[in-house]
């Protein structure tokens, strides 16, 4: 297959780079809006339909991975219309030039399009309530791409870290050893999840083929901030920054976060056969590349 995938200058976008060398059997195109020197990328904006559907017939596109967005949830929240665009308008204009060639269409989404209000895991077929600019745009992006390809997946996922670009892990790996204290949220639980992991899932659907649907994928486990931050610091092996619990209230932020981000995994598991990694193996993996 001829497989695109955006945002590749992303955390997923850069895993899948390295995983498509290992699957050889497809050929791929990675764009972004703004591609590094030495990248063996393109320039593609993607909320530009012309400019999309001529790069999708040039190239024969069979499948879409949509690994670009606009995840910065606080600056979301005074940023709506270019978050729209990123995260409403332009699925919606991959799916449907990838659909006409009777193509997939993979959407990365997200665990923001639920209110954070349940106390057991989040299924597919679970009420969404977002309650930030960020998770109602991602939600209507959901719908966008529902709207206009047939076989397409969308993939919720959460607190998602790797090596690459900003993230939690790398954030409190650089505090940790700046500061002697820290704070950090206690009452907020979910599951964090390893770009590395998310990038086998996506290419083990393609690989197995696509089951049009809504999934949800993380790593194993249920954790707060304030222990998954306790983590990184003893797998990093920093020992001088004291890192207190903190309530949410006590740090407040523009957007509201989910207090609840746990989702059930049963449904992609049992579809594509895959076993997903305990969170704290997938952190030590990624930490020992880091440090």
């Known amino acids: 297959m001829n497989i695109l995938i955006t945002g590749c200058n992303g955390q997923l976008g850069n895993e899948m780079q390295l995983l498509a060398k290992h699957n050889s059997q497809h050929r791929y195109f990675f764009t972004d809006i703004v591609v590094p020197e030495g990248m063996k990328a393109s320039m593609l904006d993607i909320t530009k339909q012309e400019d999309v559907n001529a790069f999708v017939q ?10 670009a967005a606009f995840t910065a949830v606080d600056k979301a929240e005074e ?5 729209r665009r990123l995260n409403s308008e332009a699925p919606g204009i991959l799916a ?3 659909g006409k060639r009777g ?3 993979i959407q990365i989404s997200t665990d923001y399009v ?6 057991t895991p989040y299924t597919e077929d679970a009420p969404t309530c977002p309650n930030s600019v960020y998770g109602t745009t991602k939600l209507d992006g959901e719908n966008a791409v529902a709207a206009v390809c047939n076989k397409y997946m ?3 996922t959460a607190w998602l870290y790797s090596t690459y670009g900003n993230n939690f892990v790398k954030t409190m790996i650089r505090l940790g050893k700046e500061k002697p204290e820290l704070g950090v949220i206690f009452d907020q639980v979910g599951t964090p999840t390893y770009a590395r992991d998310l990038a ?3 290419m083990t659907a393609i690989n197995k083929g696509i089951v049009p649907g809504i999934y949800h994928f993380s790593n194993e486990g249920v954790i707060s901030w ?24 006590e740090y407040p932020t523009p957007a509201t976060r989910p207090h609840f981000s746990v989702l059930d995994k049963t449904k992609i598991k049992r579809t594509y056969g895959i076993e997903i990694p305990y969170w704290e193996d997938s952190l030590k993996e990624c930490v020992s590349k880091l440090v």
């Open 154 to 156: 969308i993939i919720r």
């Open 226 to 249: 304030y222990d998954f931050t306790k983590a990184i610091h003893r797998i990093a092996g920093i020992t001088s920054c004291k890192v207190k619990p903190l309530h949410t209230s």
């Open 58 to 67: 040039e190239n024969h596109i069979d499948c879409i991975v949509n690994c």
């Open 79 to 83: 940023s709506v219309e270019l978050c």
């Open 96 to 98: 449907e030039a990838v």
């Open 200 to 202: 086998v899932a996506i």
């Open 103 to 105: 193509g997939c269409m």
């Open 114 to 119: 639920f209110d954070g209000t349940a106390y």
